[in-house]
């Protein structure tokens, strides 16, 4: 669907390619990772919304320093990003949300728009139009009180009451949908406990936990008045650590439900995810979902790491059988260990972006995976051997099968997807950037297509193959083993 041309260009030198491609890309017997943003090198993609305007759907992009960038339907390559107005940087997106059934967009940040010598200035912007333009809220509409950060921005599906958490912890409300603001309480300990995340209970009114820098989760039963540290809080706390102002604890970054079980709840932390089974349970107990031995192979398709990752992000799948991971500096990871609820010390294992430090992942509602980084927004679909495009059918977008066998010795097939018919190279790299094969070139009709590659001649190791049709770029990768 999108490319990599729309970030490094197809001018971009074969080694640099490579380059690129090895430190993005996912080992060949995991996921396709492609690029679809044309974003600054500078901009850190932070949050992903995903809006239904007039029945197509809208991407929302929030970055570091670099405000909103949003998506036009149908648009590809550069053309397919705009920046909306009302927004003025620096400004630093913490979160977006939908409230209202979508009627209206809240966008919590960091910096003002540029505002910083406007003593009416809030970090708290509204859209009504699906995102195209934004209005901040001032002084006014939160009892003057200083509302300079939002950090994170959450609504009661029982009740549609707002929740977002601001400067020194303060915990602000709103009952209206977002026309006005009450401020309602404040996490104990003040601006070392502004929480980082916020999420209401799906089924229950009035309460809303709160992860926090340091100090675990907390949770409020009516709405947001009164804090207590939730149950067994102690078990998120980094081993060995006191939580105060000097040290901290362990960073809680996210908090998520499973949509197939309203009461579990998942803990994004600075030391891998943690689950609770039972949230109304006054004796449960945090438990890791990754074992210390859980292990992913990086992208050399060679090295093993067995850590507890930092997540930044999760996000489950409309099922709740895929639990996604943002982690910094490992790319994103999954667990699909499901089985109408998970156990602790399950197992993970990489989709794609080893190495990078990726702040959110996200699912679409048509079930696409995408990831935010310091490279822009990537898509992250998962691996397929075959087409999946029944015979006689057309399909509907570009693609590129995973090669069969994988890894091979010493050939290979390989299939291609496209949707209506264009000019086409399919071509193979070593990790040096150097072409060693070109397999299919020329105009090809649409529908599905296979060649076969035959490495007799060539060294095991990782290689890359390129799809250029149309104005798509895919690659993937596959390991030749002698």
């Not at 709740?320 to 500096?329: I, N």
């Not at 059918?393 to 010795?409: D, I, K, M, R």
């Not at 070139?441 to 193959?465: C, E, K, M, N, R």
Request: charge should be negative; charged fraction near 10%.
């Amino acid at each position: 669907m999108f490319s990599f041309y729309n970030v490094i260009g197809r001018s971009l030198r074969p080694a640099c390619l490579i380059a690129f491609l090895v430190t993005f890309m996912a080992s060949s017997a995991e996921a396709q990772v492609t690029s679809n943003i044309a974003f600054p090198d500078f901009a850190h993609a932070r949050s992903v919304v995903f809006i239904d305007d007039g029945g197509s759907e809208v991407q929302l992009v929030g970055t570091h320093s670099y405000g909103v960038y949003r998506s036009v339907p149908g648009a590809i390559g550069k053309n397919r990003w705009t920046d909306p107005s009302g927004l003025t940087n620096p400004l630093t997106v913490n979160d977006i949300a939908e409230v209202n059934s979508g009627a209206r967009l809240l966008l919590g940040a960091s910096g003002s728009g540029g505002q910083q010598t406007d003593t009416e200035a809030t970090g708290l912007f509204y859209s009504d139009d699906k995102g195209v333009t934004w209005t901040p809220y001032v002084k006014s509409n939160f009892d003057s009180l200083a509302v300079h950060t939002v950090q994170a921005i959450t609504q009661s599906p029982v009740d549609n009451v707002i929740f977002l958490s601001a400067d020194d912890g303060n915990i602000f409300i709103s009952t209206d949908g977002g026309a006005s603001w009450i401020f309602n309480g404040r996490l104990p300990g003040g601006s070392s406990q502004t929480p980082w995340t916020l999420l209401a209970h799906p089924t229950i009114a009035g309460t809303v936990y709160a992860g926090t820098p340091g100090y675990g989760v907390y949770v409020s039963a009516d709405h947001g008045g009164l804090w207590v540290a939730f149950t067994d809080n102690s078990s998120l706390l980094t081993p060995g650590l006191t939580p105060n102002t000097s040290t901290g604890g362990n960073y809680v970054f996210d908090l998520e439900m499973n949509p197939a079980s309203p009461n579990e709840m998942y803990a994004g932390t600075a030391s891998g995810v943690w689950k609770f089974d039972d949230v109304t349970s006054a004796t449960g107990a945090w438990a890791r979902v990754a074992a210390a031995d859980s292990s992913f192979t990086l992208d050399d398709a060679v090295t093993v790491v067995n850590v507890y990752p930092e997540v930044r992000s999760l996000a489950f799948d409309a099922a709740g059988t895929t639990l996604y991971m943002a982690t910094w500096g490992f790319g994103v990871l999954t667990t699909t260990e499901f089985a109408g609820t998970i156990t602790a010390n399950t197992g993970i294992t990489g989709i794609g972006l080893r190495g990078q430090e990726v702040s959110v992942v996200a699912v679409s509602p048509s079930g696409t995976v995408f990831a935010g980084t310091n490279g822009g927004v990537f898509e992250v679909g998962a691996a397929s051997s075959t087409s999946t495009t029944p015979e006689g059918e057309t399909p509907v977008s570009y693609a590129l099968g995973q090669n069969y066998p994988n890894p091979f010795n010493p050939s290979t097939a390989i299939s291609f997807e496209l949707p209506a018919g264009a000019d086409v190279s399919l071509a193979v790299f070593d990790v040096l950037g150097r072409q060693v094969a070109q397999l299919a070139s020329g105009t090809y009709p649409a529908g599905s297509h296979s060649v076969t590659f035959d490495a007799s001649g060539l060294q095991s190791g990782l290689y890359i193959y390129r799809l250029d049709a149309g104005d798509q770029s895919i690659a993937r990768t596959m390991t030749l083993v002698k």
